[in-house]
């Protein structure tokens, strides 16, 4: 269903322009399957070709995703209560924010191209956080322009290769999404040991 509808907006981008990218990209940032980081790819290697102006193209494209990066941020602030009442006693809840907050600006930077998969949750975690909403849109934008820059930059560089582009990019970006967890299963593991064998010392003394 995802490949039909991103190969809809694909093929449209070449009649509507402009709009259809912005549009393709504010979709994507708040959740929907239109194969966002395809068409910044699409477009850069399109622009190669002449069909479309890259600058004019790239400044939509930042404001499309960044109206949905803002609304996706707005959801999770106007949910914040709910969450609060259903998870806010949570010592899980309360570390995730604790660490959210040390290292947001990290989170919703990466976020924007290196491991986009955990672009939305993010979002929404900035917005239910309380996060500023002025920090949350400094470092998104500039995670967006390094996305466009970056994908539609691939895509302009390799032309009528830039599927095999994107192929990558998708591989790459499933193995940095891995380790991440990896890692971070790893991280919250050596964490709660500490924990443990500090209790364990105080409970001795």
């Given at each position: ?20 990218f ?36 790239a ?22 209560d ?73 895509g ?47 409970i001795?003394n």
């Amino acid at each position: 269903m995802s490949d039909t509808i991103s190969g809809f907006f694909l093929t449209q981008v070449i009649n509507y322009g402009a709009p259809l990218f912005a549009l393709t990209l504010f979709l994507g940032a708040v959740g929907l399957p239109v194969g966002a980081s395809l068409m910044v790819i699409a477009v850069g290697a399109f622009s190669q070709q002449g069909y479309f102006d890259w600058k004019g193209m790239a400044i939509l494209g930042l404001l499309g995703a960044g109206l949905g990066d803002m609304l996706s941020y707005g959801m999770g602030h106007y949910s914040k209560d709910w969450v609060e009442r259903r998870f806010g006693e949570s010592p899980t809840w309360i570390n995730a924010r604790g660490n959210f907050d040390k290292r947001a600006w990290a989170a919703v930077f990466l976020t924007r191209f290196l491991v986009t998969a955990l672009a939305i949750p993010t979002n929404l975690i900035a917005g239910g956080s309380g996060y500023k909403f002025k920090h949350f849109m400094l470092y998104d934008i500039l995670g967006e322009i390094t996305w466009i820059i970056l994908y539609g930059g691939l895509g302009y560089m390799f032309g009528t290769q830039w599927e095999l582009v994107y192929e990558f990019i998708g591989n790459f970006g499933g193995f940095v999404l891995g380790t991440v967890i990896i890692g971070a299963g790893i991280w919250l593991a050596r964490r709660q040991s500490g924990r443990t064998h500090a209790t364990e010392q105080a409970i001795q003394n």
